[in-house]
Nanobody
Framework: EVQLVESGGGLVEPGGSLSLSCAAS????????MGWVRQAPGKGLEWVSG???????FYADSVKGRFTASRDNAKNTVYLQLNTLKIEDTAMYYC???????????????RGQGTQVTVSS
């Protein structure tokens, strides 16, 4: 059974930082690209970052230069470092296992339960 478990969200002031983690299990982690998507209140899912096999990392323009994604294949874990957070970064953040497609139109079938990031003063 594929499981993706996110952690690390919280409430932070504008300009602050958070570190998200996603522990993956139930599949061969090294065979899949992974990604982070988010959903703000009342909006659809938005790709935030994609970690393609071969260590290529993509970012949405809205987070480029502020967010850093990484993966640790030994720990089956994906990370997302969020810096210089803005109010508009408020959303539920999900870790996903990429199934197909080309960035930024990747598709996914499995995602975690999500971790809430709230940026507010």
């Amino acid at each position: 059974e594929v499981q993706l478990v996110e952690s690390g969200g919280g409430l932070v002031e504008p300009g602050g930082s958070l570190s998200l983690s996603c522990a993956a299990s139930g599949f061969t982690f090294t065979r899949y690209s992974m990604g982070w998507v988010r959903q703000a209140p009342g909006k659809g899912l938005e790709w935030v970052s994609g970690l393609k096999l071969g260590d290529v990392i993509f970012y949405a323009d809205s987070v480029k230069g502020r967010f850093t994604a990484s993966r640790d294949n030994a720990k089956n874990t994906v990370y997302l470092q969020l810096n210089t957070l803005k109010i508009e970064d408020t959303a539920m953040y999900y870790c996903v296992r990429v199934e197909s497609g080309a960035w930024p139109n990747w598709t996914f079938k499995f995602r975690g339960q999500g971790t809430q990031v709230t940026v507010s003063s």
